[in-house]
Structures are given as structure tokens and as C-alpha cells.
């Protein structure tokens, strides 16, 4: 009565999802059915062999959402009453695009995606979200289980080999960051210490007649971002609310620690690394949009007295060397730690010498954040082994407790693999498309495939290899709030949304015992139903708050 959230009731929207990672940069599209044979050829041909440019900024899962009644939607998280008054609305977000602007919710601008000469804000909600308080506080409390099971997976060579095994001889990029890795394991890790700065995402699955539950969308073990510009929505939010005359609402907003937890762990690595004068080098694509997320964790190392240097991956060859000692020098600055917001895309090894850098910083004594084996703990098919019986019990045998909880966010992942098995779960696709999501080894985003097109391809698959490079995933339903989203140069229009929450897990291993395990801090990102695909960049999913209740 009156309050600003009303508690969330009952809805049974259908969604397809896209497991892609931090991606960095790119645009978005939405998916639509797909019509004919050749569309079909096309689409599986840029899939397999890599011709998929990166079209998203963030990752969040791509979306298709069925008619619903308007009994299955939620009612408003803010009173009707303010919902449909433009006026207070226009006056409302007005106040937010300036305050994003005042704290550092910044994009470069898609006409000059290299210069800060011209900046906008990045997209946002208008209103924080309601999330319930048990769902998040669930998310936070398995991701140090998680944290514990990716790295737990990433020393246990014969598990990734025999899982992509049949990934790699499907996939290019999948088969090329494994010879990456084999070349690593036959020569010897250089170097002992690993630091991982993983995203577990999740969405809010609401099944008929049942409350909603926390389902895990996809893990990032490589490039996750937006913890700096995630960090700063908050105080927007606020300031909204304290100018609609909400101030006790305003204060429950709460704070996210994410860039403080990363570089937390980041500065830790740098410090067990050794060397006072060594820098932390951040690995970056040639488009930054999104840089100032980066800058913002830059900042924070710097405060710490912590050097740090953005290259990308073409420059490292040019100009970086590996001593004697495999220790990385770039410019002359030897680096302790090497982080990467690229290289999860085919995209970002433009030329072979990309790949020939890539391997230099494997083999050197830099920490790597991630290293090669935690790179690929992150592909769909590593998380679509995880499902399976006793794989779980398999690499934390101690802990039941941690199994449970990670099992409880899991949904059903298949590997459609030629085979009894294969064969089985794409008869069920093909005969129920809508209740699927095929999705191929990417990260990034906007390449999943649902519905229609999803039957078309299944249909198309013949062989053992184009089979190997997709796994199947159930559809996560949903629920759906309604909010208003701020986007430059777009009107300002209310939306029916889904939202998605990614928690943010910092840990560093050394030798063989975990120094440092976090929860580090949150990102929760919204996006209009109707959309099938895109991100952040794209101006299709923004960024938000929690509100919890």
C-alpha cells in the first residue's frame, strides 16, 4: 500500500538464452525465425568456421518471449500512478541522465568508439529492480563454490582434454585455444600462482504455481565486465529516488563493492608476483566503447601504487619479449600480471600473430587472469559436462553441501553429440523448439539460436562434427517487471523487461591452496522482452540496480 515495490506474483514468460561472457565491444541484433535453406547453410557455416562478428557489449542472454496474457505479467515495481505520468517521468529522467553523467556511468559514443573527445552515458534503467533478497543472497553464497569448482576443473588435464575432445575437432577456436593449452601442459606451467576473476549470471525462473528459483545462466572465466560502471549505477538510482521524494527508499539502495573486490584480487597477485617495479598489463580490444568499466578498475590499482599498462594483443607481439627466465616484457616493463578484457572472440586474434601472442604470455612467468585452462573451464560444453551424475562429487568430493548449492542454479544442458544420447534430446528440440536454446561455442553474445530456426538447423545436422560444436540448454521463463530504459538519442517509453544477475567471484591459487576466495560484488543488467538479442552497446540491455525484497 503504497510502497515503492510491490512483492513479486506469479508469470510464465518463456526465454531463450545466450551464454556468451564479458564481452567488450560489438553491436546487437534481434533474432528473427529463420526462412529457407540457405539462411540455414549460412548460419551454421558462420557459426562453425567463425565468421560471426562480435555484436554485443555485455553478455547477457538473448531473449525470446512468447505472447503472454496480461495476467502473467507483473504488476509495475513502481505505482501505476507514476508509471503513466510523463511529466514526473520526463523530470525523473532528465535528473538520471545528468547524474550518470556527474558519476562516471560513461560510454564512448558508436560514431567515435576511440576518442573520449565525445561521451554519453551508458544505457540505464530509470528505476532500480526488484530482486528477492533469498535469490541474491543465494547467488552470493555459491559463488565462492564456484570459484572453488572452475578452478578445481582447470588442473584436471585429462577432464578438459576427454570433454572437448570432440568440441576441438569441430571448432577452430576451440580447437586453437586447446593447442594453447597442450603446448603449455608439455612444456610446464611456468608459473604456480593463478588469480581468476569469474561472473556466475543467473536469472529468475518462475514456474507455475511454484516461487521463483535462481538459474545459472553461464559462467565468465575470461573478460567478465562491468563491475566499474556497475558500481556507480547505484548512486544514480539514488538520486532518482531522493528527487521523486523516496529518501528512506533511496538508503535501502544497495551499495556494490565489485571493483573493490577485483582489484583486491588483482593487486594481491601483483604483490605474491614479486617485483615492486612490475605492472599489471590489461589485454584490450582495438574498439574500447567500453573503457571507462576498465578505467575504473585502473584507477583503483593506481590508488594502491599498482602500475598498470593497456595494450593489445597485436602490440604484445610486436613489442613484447619472454627472457631466458620466461619473464614478459612489454615496452621494457616486465609484467606480474596479465589481464584480459579480449581474446574470448575469434574476432580478437585478427592475425596469426594475435595467437602467437596469446601463447608468449601462456608460457611466461606473468600471472595470468585468466590462464588457458580456466579460459576454457568457461566453454558451453564444459558447463553442459557439469551437469551430468557425479561430476560435481567427482571435484569436490569433501563438500556435499557445495554441491548441492551449485546444483540447485543448474538447468538442463545436453550434448547433442552423435549418439544414443544425441539423438534422443534433438527429436525432443525438434518437436518442442520453443522450450530449447542451441547454442554453439562462442562467447560474447548474439549467437544463440531459438525457435524456428532452431528446427531448421537441428534438422540440417548430419554429421558428428557440426553436431560437436553446439550443445542444447533448456529455456529459462522469466519474470517480467515493467521500467523505463535510458538510452541515447531514444525516447523514453515504458517496457515490459527481464532481468539478469551476474555475481562477481575473485580467488587466487597458489601452488595447490586458495589464498583468496570472494564474492566480489554484482551486476544486474535489464532488457526489453521483445528483443531476441543484443547487449549493452548495442543500447538493447542496460544497466540496473537491485532492489531487494
Known sequence: ???????????????????????????????????????????????????????????????????????????????????????????????????????????????????????????????????????????????????????????????LKNSLASTAEADEFTARLFNIYTQVLDEGIAQSITLGVNRSDYMFDKRPKLTATLKQVEINTIAASFAGLAARVPEVHRHVMNVWGKPDEAAKILSNKAVKGICKGIARAWHLYGSPDAVVLFLVEKISRNIFDQRCLEMELWKKNVQVIRRQMY???????????????????????????????????????????????????????????????????????????????????????????IRATFVGLYSIDEGPEGDEIIAKALADPESYVLKPQREGGGNNIFGEELRQILGGIKDKALRSAFILMDRIKPQVVKNYLLQSGAAVKLSDCVVELGVFGVYIRNCNRLSMNLSAGHLLRTKRTEFADGGVAAGVAVLDTPYLI
Not at 37 to 56: A, P
Not at 64 to 89: A, F, G, H, W, Y
Not at 352 to 381: F, Q, Y
Not at 388 to 402: I, N, S, W
Open 315 to 405: 602490440e604484445i607481439y610486436e613489442r613484447g619479449i619472454m627472457d631466458d627466465n620466461k619473464k614478459l616484457f612489454v615496452d621494457g616493463n616486465e609484467v606480474a600480471v596479465a589481464y584480459f578484457r579480449t581474446g574470448y572472440s575469434p574476432d580478437d586474434y585478427t592475425c596469426d600473430e594475435c595467437w602467437i601472442a596469446r601463447l608468449m604470455i601462456e608460457r611466461s612467468m606473468a600471472i595470468k587472469c585468466p590462464n588457458i585452462a580456466t579460459h576454457l573451464v568457461g566453454t558451453k560444453k564444459i558447463q553442459q559436462e557439469l551437469v551430468r551424475e557425479g561430476v560435481l562429487e567427482k571435484f569436490l568430493p569433501d563438500d556435499p553441501a557445495a554441491v548441492e548449492r
Open 1 to 159: 500500500e503504497g510502497g515503492l515495490f510491490a512483492p513479486p506474483l506469479g508469470l510464465e514468460g518463456k526465454v531463450a538464452l545466450n551464454a556468451g561472457g564479458g564481452s567488450e565491444a560489438g553491436t546487437g541484433t534481434a533474432t528473427g525465425s529463420s526462412s529457407g535453406g540457405s539462411r540455414m547453410h549460412s548460419r551454421v557455416h558462420s557459426l562453425i568456421h567463425s565468421q560471426v562478428h562480435s555484436r554485443v557489449q555485455s553478455r547477457l542472454p538473448s531473449l525470446s518471449v512468447p505472447k503472454r496474457t496480461e495476467s502473467e505479467i507483473l504488476i509495475p515495481v513502481v505505482p501505476d500512478e507514476v508509471l503513466l505520468n510523463s511529466n514526473l517521468i520526463q523530470h525523473l529522467a532528465l535528473n538520471a541522465k545528468d547524474a550518470a553523467l556527474l558519476y562516471g556511468v560513461l560510454m564512448r559514443t558508436k560514431e567515435d568508439p576511440n576518442s573520449s573527445e565525445t561521451i554519453s552515458y551508458a544505457p540505464f534503467t530509470l528505476f532500480p529492480s526488484p530482486v528477492p533478497t533469498s535469490l541474491f543472497n543465494q547467488a552470493f553464497e555459491v559463488q565462492q563454490d564456484f570459484n572453488l569448482l572452475v578452478d578445481k576443473i582447470s588442473m584436471d588435464s585429462e577432464f
